[in-house]
């Protein structure tokens, strides 16, 4: 299995401000996924980071609003750009596992942002 | 497009009572995985759970099994003796096709309550 940690676990947030949150992953893997939890709901994939390219937006989110680095195969940042409280929410790292035996996919530990 | 459907409510369950969560799906592709994740409230995500699409026996993961009936295109997941650290949110995730990479982005249910009494 993968350990993936991300900073910072929590943090509240002005509006208009930016936050970028870190991932970090034990191991090298090829894809790392932001997913965003709003509360009360489930989760929805924002976008697909691959090392060394763009990053893949899913519909309703933009690079923007939302821009990713991918610096190297363990590493990935999110910003959220001048935020409103509608972006209060939790965001989740994403990678997937390497056992062989079946598809995993593993989450980090979370962000909880709080924008007032 | 890809569907996860949980329309239970909030669940209760007896501690050391056996309980099931419900999960339906809906996808063209023959190939896919499906998977269930626990959240306490501290938000993480916990893997409890997979069955692929063309596995022939039905997943168990110690007190964890997944009642797979893919003829009904549903997926229930069967929490036996339950315990109180079980109560948490369950969701219910699809990866079609199941493949690796950028194609490869779960799809969420709702997700489903379970509170579990002493």
């Known amino acids: 299995s993968a350990v993936i940690s991300q900073k910072p676990s929590r943090d509240i947030c002005q509006r208009g401000t930016s936050l970028t949150i870190q991932c970090q992953v034990d191991s090298q893997v090829t894809m790392m996924f932001w997913y965003r939890q709003q509360p009360g709901q489930s989760l929805t994939l924002i976008a697909t980071a691959n090392q060394g390219s763009e990053a893949t937006y899913e519909s309703g989110f933009v690079i923007d609003k939302f821009p990713i680095s991918r610096p190297n195969l363990t590493f990935s940042t999110l910003t959220v750009s001048n935020m409103s409280p509608e972006d209060s929410s939790i965001y989740l790292c994403?990678?997937?596992?390497?056992?062989?035996?079946?598809?995993?996919?593993?989450f980090g530990p979370g962000t909880r942002l709080t924008v007032l | 497009a890809q569907k996860i459907t949980q329309t239970q409510p909030g669940m209760f369950v007896q501690e050391k009572e056996a309980v099931t969560l419900d999960c339906t799906y809906d996808t063209s592709d023959p190939s896919y995985g499906l998977f269930w994740y626990k959240q306490p409230s501290s938000g993480e995500m916990i893997f409890l759970i997979y069955q692929g699409s063309y596995d022939q026996q039905n997943a168990t993961e110690g007190r964890y099994s997944l009642n797979f009936q893919k003829a009904r295109k549903s997926a229930n997941l069967v929490i036996s003796a339950s315990q109180l650290g079980d109560s948490a949110m369950y969701f219910c995730a699809m990866r079609a096709p199941l493949l690796t990479g950028a194609n490869s982005k779960l799809t969420f249910g709702k997700g489903i309550t379970l509170s579990v009494r002493p």
């Open positions: 994403s990678v997937e596992g390497t056992s062989g035996r079946y598809n995993e996919q593993f």
